[in-house]
């Protein structure tokens, strides 16, 4: 790992952590959209990061991940979206039915 990569946002911690689960696909979207501005990107973390159920941790990993001085790797990119399609393929198996 490169000394660079100490600020980078991290996708393995990212995903580690369950409390930021829900928002995972909103940072993925809001990364490769390209549609947001940095002070879109800033206020929706602060919305994010007011959320109770957010602790210390996760609410530092979410500063890290729409902090838009040092947007996430193309890398961690696919990383994030590798496990989006992973976790939606386990949820079209499972037994759940729809609301429609």
Avoid: F, K, N
């Avoid at 393995?12 to 369950?18: D, G, K």
């Avoid at 109770?52 to 947007?71: E, F, I, N, Q, Y």
């Avoid at 990383?79 to 939606?88: D, G, L, S, Y």
Wanted: glycine letters at 4%; hydrophobic letters at 45%; aromatic letters at 4%.
């Amino acid at each position: 790992m490169a000394l660079d990569d100490v600020h980078d946002p991290s996708a393995q911690e990212l995903l580690s952590l369950p409390r930021l689960a829900p928002l995972v696909p909103m940072l993925y979207v809001a990364w490769t959209d390209g549609e947001l501005t940095p002070e879109e990107i800033r206020a929706m973390g602060a919305a994010a990061r007011a959320q109770p159920w957010l602790d210390l941790r996760s609410s530092a990993v979410l500063a890290r991940w729409l902090d838009p001085l040092t947007p996430p790797t193309p890398r961690a990119l696919a990383q994030v979206r590798e496990h989006i399609r992973r976790t939606a393929e386990r949820l079209e198996q499972s037994g759940q039915q729809t609301l429609a």
